[in-house]
């Protein structure tokens, strides 16, 4: 019985002393291990590789005129779509608006008042902000009562013209927040003042008071949008907190507006709506709009990626220097970015879709707008970075902004 009772201490004796040694500290400087991780690859788009380009045009542009000056810039790695957004994606951040604006109204004690559209409380019965509970379903039509009826039917008004019922665009509204990290990370809106001053010898008792300027919206009592820009000192993290209301439905008389001697008519009506436009490009969007289409996108993928511990960063447009390194597709200082001088190939097809000849639009097969990756991608893997439709960068262009920028 010795014999085992010894050769069972002995056997905890090298367990805790190889235990020990496994997390023994040998006061060197080892790290600490970080968790594994991988590049992540969002769905239909490109990884842009770092790198650098002379930014600027190499040719005087043609339709404006205008001659920017060239400048040698770099530019980080990022993702870009491979295709413009289409109408058919566009629909999918109206359709997710329209369901979260009726589960507010069902939940709104003025259309029936189900309190379970909208969880307040945790799982332990603490309140916590609201948030809309996408898990119950939207009332069928058949089956709605006449409060959830009037919830369903909010977008509907009766169409004195034609008779029915038309949809009520400027209803389809999307909110969202946005915090300023840029200007919160400078040193002079530090809410700590101690760092407004840190390595100077600046005297704490001569700073003036930080003023800041902010973005807000709300609904007046007529229901309409106000956007105002405000000024007031410095007081607190929310100052850095922008609010925007932002009405996304595309302003489909563009057609008409931007082409009075055309007959665009019938792309008024339906480029948007008909279904054999679905993967074209969207047109008719606004720079506010695109901002927010970004702001939804990076949430509704969040929503999903949240629970299971993963975070994406947020969806934005491009620079212009992000746009045009990507557009240039590794083209460098050519007139186009492809491979040569000339607009179409030697068998007189086109690289892309733009006027190829004077008072000629349909030459390169297309009058309008054409379907998304209809011509070849540039060497990055993007699709019509030339041609179709303008895009939207995060930033203005001007002249003079090639000449700010610096090291």
Request: a negative charge; hydrophobic letters at 35%.
């Amino acid at each position: 019985m010795k014999r085992k009772f010894l050769g069972w201490s002995t056997f905890i004796l090298a367990s805790l002393l190889l235990s020990a040694c496994g997390s023994y500290d040998n006061g060197e400087l080892t790290a600490v291990k970080a968790s594994s991780w991988s590049e992540p690859n969002p769905y239909g788009m490109v990884l842009i590789k770092q790198g650098s380009f002379e930014m600027g045009q190499s040719a005087p542009d043609s339709i404006w005129g205008t001659e920017t000056p060239a400048k040698h810039v770099s530019v980080a790695s990022f993702w870009m779509d491979e295709t413009e957004i289409t109408n058919g994606q566009y629909k999918q951040f109206i359709k997710w608006v329209c369901d979260s604006i009726i589960r507010e109204k069902l939940a709104d004690p003025a259309y029936g008042g189900n309190d379970e559209y909208k969880i307040t409380e945790n799982e332990l019965g603490d309140p916590i902000k609201p948030y809309l509970n996408w898990k119950l379903p939207i009332p069928d039509r058949r089956r709605a009562s006449e409060e959830e009826l009037t919830a369903l039917n909010y977008f509907m008004e009766a169409d004195p013209i034609f008779g029915g019922y038309r949809t009520k665009t400027e209803l389809i509204t999307y909110r969202y927040e946005w915090y300023d990290y840029e200007q919160a990370a400078k040193r002079a809106h530090q809410l700590n003042i101690a760092k407004r001053v840190r390595n100077t010898d600046i005297d704490l008792n001569t700073l003036p008071e930080v003023m800041i300027t902010k973005d807000t919206a709300y609904y007046d009592e007529n229901g309409r949008i106000v956007r105002e820009s405000i000024t007031r000192p410095l007081g607190s993290e929310f100052d850095f907190l922008n609010t925007y209301i932002v009405e996304i439905y595309p302003d489909t008389t563009v057609w008409v507006n931007d082409f009075e001697n055309s007959y665009a008519i019938p792309y008024m009506k339906n480029y948007f709506s008909h279904p054999g436009y679905v993967a074209h490009p969207v047109v008719g969007v606004s720079w506010e709009q695109a901002r927010a289409f970004c702001h939804w996108r990076t949430q509704y993928l969040n929503a999903v990626l949240k629970p299971r511990g993963q975070e994406v960063l947020e969806y934005r447009l491009p620079t212009e220097a992000e746009w045009e390194y990507a557009a240039r597709g590794k083209q460098a200082q050519a007139r186009f970015p492809w491979k040569g001088n000339y607009a179409d190939t030697e068998r007189g097809c086109y690289y892309a879709n733009f006027k190829p000849q004077k008072g000629n639009f349909t030459k390169d097969g297309s009058l309008i707008p054409s379907k998304v990756a209809s011509f070849p991608a540039n060497d990055y893997g993007l699709y019509d970075m030339a041609g179709n439709v303008s895009e939207w960068t995060s930033t203005t262009w001007s002249a003079s902004a090639y000449e700010e920028m610096s090291d």
